[in-house]
């Protein structure tokens, strides 16, 4: 069910709000006003990314001195100067030396996640979500997927008839989602979770779960909170499953995930996980529903759903946090979508029979779309670059950027390609502005863009570029080398 854009906190959970805008995948800004302050979560594809807020206490000072980070007497000094110079806090502190650049990053992301959380405790008050392109003038932002940024939030709320009333009934009966994106998000559970979470059998309500001598009901249940709001459980139907059983002829019931799979760590490193990522991003426009999957015509429902769920897992778009290259949130994205879509063609009888039908019959060659047609111009663009033909490249990316403009990486790779042509450095500039317009948060792209002034002899802006790349990414290798050639 889509919820409204505005209205009132205490009719909508902020929990089920923020999931559903990362299920939805939506870029904008999400605001809670109140008669004291109004606080906002600025959200980029689903992921919150950045906060702000206009109540006092929030402010980067007062965190920093509540976190015991800076002292009464260097708070109050840098305010001073802030008054008397209007420049930001975390600036000053770090120019008196209070703070290195290292705590400053520190802090701010601190602060980021403590406003988020402070919202979790928001009883009533107005929301509004402006589905919008976001700011660029913060640019050190959040990095934790929705389900952890939830877990933590609702663990701070202390109000047991708040989540006792947003929860089902108590004799209500929950289950293990059947769905791999809510299953699969990253989250870091306790070992206290994880225990409650074993309990959820499809078979137990929820006040047997919570009744136990080893956690308080309250817990359990904000636990329990957590898990259905972010889609990991859900309730179980009691009538369906009571007409299954009593079926003349029923069917053997499906079996969700088992709760081992789910919590099992990704055993794979993170060079041979991008190599996977690339081959099979690189065949999606080429491979057959079937291949994906790794079945064939013969293959069970019961294995077409295991390799479903193995691949969800493995490609889950939760994936991209291990990485600092915001294009690999985009390539587990198309991948997770095509794997479902094959699972949902595949898993019906009719779909999938009509599919296999339509591999047999020879047909015409549907004429390739759009991003088709420009991810195999990328495609030789790379393969040109790759031999030292820049001029080819250029051509190649070009058509990609024409085709699909509102792609990033096309953009920064035609940068990258003009870069390497005498004379041909503004281009090389301009296409990177425009990636960076469409991924304000790419640190690496910033850092390229500082790597292009340290080429033109412009050593302030290559200093600004490295630096808006460090704040993005403080162990950004690129913009931590370049930063020393600027001091040259």
Known sequence: MELPTKGNIKDVSLVKILASLNRDRKTGTLSITTPVFTKKIYIKMGDAIFSSSS???????????????????????????????????????????????????????????????????????????????????????????????IYEGVKKIENWTRVRNEMSDTDSILKLSNDPLSLFQQIELSAQDKKILSLIDGSKTIKQIIDRPWISSFEALKILYVLSSIGMVELSSVIQEKETTEDAHPEKKEETVSLDEILQPYSEEEDALLKRIDSVYSKLNSITMSELLEVNEGTSIEIIKKNYYRLAKEFHPDRYFTFTDPAIKMKLTAIFDAVTNANNTLKDDKLRAEYFRSLKTPSQKQEPNEQQKADEQFKRGIAEFKKGNFWGAIDNFKWATKLVPQNAVYWSYLSLAFSKIPGKLKDSEDTLLTAIKLEPFNADYHANLGLIYIKAGIKKRAHSSFMKALKIDPQNEKAKKGLEQTKE
């Not at 770090?94 to 802090?107: A, M, N």
């Open 55 to 149: 109540y006092e206490d929030d402010r980067l000072g007062e965190m920093l001195l509540k976190a015991g980070k800076i002292t009464v007497e260097q708070y109050d000094k840098s305010v001073e100067i802030l008054k008397a110079t209007r420049k930001r806090q975390g600036a000053i502190l770090v120019e008196l030396g209070y703070l290195t650049p290292k705590d400053l990053f520190w802090g701010v992301k601190f602060q980021v996640k403590e406003i988020i959380h402070s919202m979790f405790q928001i009883e009533e008050g107005e929301y509004e979500f402006n589905e919008s392109t976001l700011p660029t003038d913060e640019v050190i932002t959040l990095r934790m997927s929705m389900g952890n940024l």
